[in-house]
């Protein structure tokens, strides 16, 4: 897969291309991807849902589709900006390479907040949801914590050298919000449909 956003590519394609023996598409943009369908899941589910507690069922669907659209472009971002880095890794230039590792650490950065957002939005939507669609809003939550995970291990992993770089602190904080929007949902109540 060469230039062509994910998003407009079919499934199959795109496993085919992660399966394949080739750096791109790998962690980042499969993750990108699953944000986006987590994102997806909460749309659905706020479209489906009335207005109860504190959500808005129309301003939860307009940001999970703002959400899912940003998670596309970064799945997207991050096989261009891999792509970058891997071209540059043995260039002469330590600049030029600093600046395509930054960048390919940013990507799953802002990933990852997003990962969050869409985790604490599905929560919303589990608890105040429409009950016959809690499944599905449990599914964002969990993908959304599973995709700030793995976004967190990815800047972790390209910042490793960087001791004191700040940002892989920052992924782990984002994938541990994530992780407890999971767990306060998680429990047998949850897991039928009304």
Known sequence: MTGTPLAGTAFGEITDAVAA???????????????????GLAAMVARYSSAAGDLDPAAAATRADELRRTAQRLADDDVAAYRAYLDLVKAPDPAARKAALDAAADIPLALAEVAVEVAELGELLVECGNPRLRPDALTAV?????????????VGAN???RPDDPRPARAAELAA??????????????????
Do not use: F
């Open 159 to 161: 910042l490793r050298a």
């Open 21 to 39: 023996a080739a750096p791109t598409p790998g962690g980042g943009a499969v993750a990108g991807l699953t944000a986006a369908l987590a994102a």
């Open 177 to 194: 919000a994530a992780g407890a929007a999971a767990a306060r949902v998680s429990g047998p109540a949850n897991s039928t449909r009304a």
């Open 142 to 154: 969990q993908l959304g914590s599973a995709v700030a995970a793995s976004a967190a291990a990815l």
